[in-house]
């Protein structure tokens, strides 16, 4: 599976942007799939996750209430709307996805098998 972020840029605090991650080259519609950031000098975190189907999210508390994923198969493309961006949301963020018929829920980025390159996420205060 080869991933593609896209959408990151820079945006005012307490502004929005949507993220998306164009996949290819695999069975992506049965692929648990998730969004994590890395800010400069910092450890890559986790944001949000999403089950293959899309029933099932999970969210970073950081997040929670700001960020929505979501997902179209149809489209091979898994999206992060970011809303009420704060400066300490600045980060590059990556998409990432597990083997097909992985378990969803992981918020360790060891479980996952196929990384997009990033896009940049810049809040200005």
């Known amino acids: 599976v080869q991933l593609q972020a896209s959408g990151g840029g820079l945006v005012q605090a307490g502004g929005s942007l949507r993220l998306s991650c164009a996949a290819s080259g695999g069975t992506f519609s049965r692929c648990p799939m998730a969004w994590f950031r890395q800010a400069p000098g910092k450890e890559r975190e986790f944001v949000a996750a999403i089950s293959w189907s899309g029933g099932n999210t999970y969210y970073a508390d950081s997040v929670k209430g700001r960020f929505t994923i979501s997902r179209d198969n149809a489209k091979n493309t898994v999206y992060l709307q970011m809303n009420s961006l704060k400066p300490e949301d600045t980060a590059v963020y990556y998409c990432?996805?597990?083997?097909?018929?992985?378990?969803?829920?992981?918020?360790?980025?060891?479980?996952?098998?196929?990384w997009g390159r990033g896009t940049l996420v810049t809040v200005s205060s």
């Open positions: 990432a996805a597990r083997a097909p018929y992985s378990p969803f829920g992981s918020n360790s980025p060891k479980d996952y098998d196929y």
